[in-house]
């Protein structure tokens, strides 16, 4: 079916800086894949998310996640799951004004953040940065056994849609020497999911990374 007339946003430096090299060659080809498809690979500029936008929107994350668990936090802090504890933990040392000061964070980044994703259909961007096994300690263990993991997602990928409550849709497209998947994601403004599941299914049409199995 094509992807003729689609503009697809790509920021290089966004999309490669601090990325597992075989991460940025298997986008570059799948970039390759939706232009064979007919769509244009046009350049954005996605605004700065660093270190202090991360750490509000774990703020705003954490403070409305402990006030949505009131009824059962700290009540019965001893059934929940060892990261979730702490997690409330967290949220419940948030302040009021802390609060508020991330969440103006996020309306100023907001604005320039949909502002890029409103002008093309969808912006290709890393699902996440450094491919990485998942152990029992990462699944079932506390906020300190999460935390080296923390440095392998490249929050930078996947937090500014959730910030600004925008859609995405990720997708495979490659392997690395040990076969855990590469993946790269499609974000779009509001309201454009159908479009980009669209674009997303064109891509998988044209490709098999989909349709492998790891062994079990």
């Not at 060659?25 to 046009?42: M, P, Q, R, T």
């Not at 009540?75 to 409330?88: E, M, N, S």
């Not at 103006?104 to 969808?122: C, G, H, K, P, T």
Request: net charge negative.
């Amino acid at each position: 079916r094509g992807l003729k007339g689609a503009q697809i946003g790509f920021d290089r430096d966004y999309a490669t800086k601090g990325v597992d090299p075989g991460l940025v060659a298997s986008i570059g080809i799948a970039l390759g894949v939706l232009e064979e498809l007919g769509a244009e690979i046009v350049d954005v500029n996605i605004p700065e998310f660093g270190e202090t936008h991360v750490n509000s929107w774990f703020e705003i994350c954490a403070y409305e996640a402990c006030r949505a668990h009131a009824a059962n936090y700290p009540a019965r802090a001893d059934d929940y799951g060892p990261y979730f504890r702490d997690f409330l933990g967290f949220g419940s040392e948030v302040s009021d004004e802390a609060y508020s000061q991330a969440s103006q964070l996020r309306a100023e980044f907001n604005a320039q953040f949909i502002a890029v994703l409103s002008a093309v259909d969808a912006v290709a961007c890393p699902g996440g940065g450094v491919p990485f096994p998942v152990s029992a300690e990462i699944q079932y263990g506390d906020m300190a056994n999460f935390d080296p993991t923390m440095q392998n997602i490249q929050m930078q990928h996947t937090v500014p849609a959730d910030f600004a409550g925008t859609p995405t849709i990720s997708l495979p497209c490659g392997t690395n020497e040990d076969g855990i998947p590469y993946t790269f994601q499609f974000l779009g403004a509001h309201l454009t999911e159908s479009r980009l599941c669209q674009i997303a299914h064109a891509y998988e049409e044209a490709t098999e990374w989909h349709a492998r199995c790891p062994p079990v």
